[in-house]
């Protein structure tokens, strides 16, 4: 079984917003499989579907960012989870927008929804995908991670979100080393 988690806040208010970047890629992934986000457990909305003869579940917590790993915890907990067949999608401050990089493991980099599911699976060893949303020093980080993209920062982040059904059917039938070396560029 895998567990696919796309990280961002709950509400129309944070619709499109860079700290929804892991919403985003969900929501393409799941038009890819023809399936519907229209369950409701432990505060996540998700579903569940197979895809070459394995479960694969995905995954929208529907707690604030800095609460999702408590969402995981319990989906792992109740669904028999081994971490090394999580993949969580979230946004990168340290990676310019419209880049991407698949990483084993790591620390959160300051990133408050990966140290709190460091936090409630007491490791950092799950494979990610962090989307670059690069980062304006100008402005306070909270209110540019809250803010809606522009239509020139979508140009940029629209062929990721397009491209990320593609990384998890990979993800999907291939060893991760394998789907890193196709995808970091």
């Given at each position: ?140 980080t909270k ?28 993800f999907l ?13």
């Amino acid at each position: 079984m895998k567990l696919i988690v796309g990280l961002g806040n709950p509400g129309l208010e944070y619709d499109k917003t860079r700290h929804n970047i892991g919403f985003m890629c969900i929501d393409s992934i799941s038009k890819y499989f023809n399936v519907l986000l229209d369950s409701n457990k432990f505060n996540g909305l998700y579903t569940q579907f197979n895809y070459n003869n394995e479960k694969i579940i995905l995954l929208k917590p529907q707690k604030y960012m800095n609460l999702s790993g408590e969402v995981i915890r319990d989906f792992v907990n109740f669904f028999k989870i081994d971490t090394k067949d999580i993949l969580i999608i979230c946004d990168d401050l340290d990676t310019p927008i419209g880049k991407y990089r698949l990483r084993y493991k790591g620390s959160s980099g300051g990133h408050n929804g990966l140290k709190n599911i460091e936090l409630n699976l007491s490791t950092n060893e799950y494979k990610r995908i962090k989307v670059g949303i690069s980062n304006d020093k100008n402005k306070d980080t909270k209110d540019y991670v809250l803010g809606k993209f522009s239509k020139e920062e979508l140009d940029l982040i629209n062929p990721i979100i397009d491209e990320m059904p593609n990384i998890i059917i990979d993800f999907l039938k291939l060893p991760f080393d394998n789907v890193m070396n196709k995808y970091n560029k």
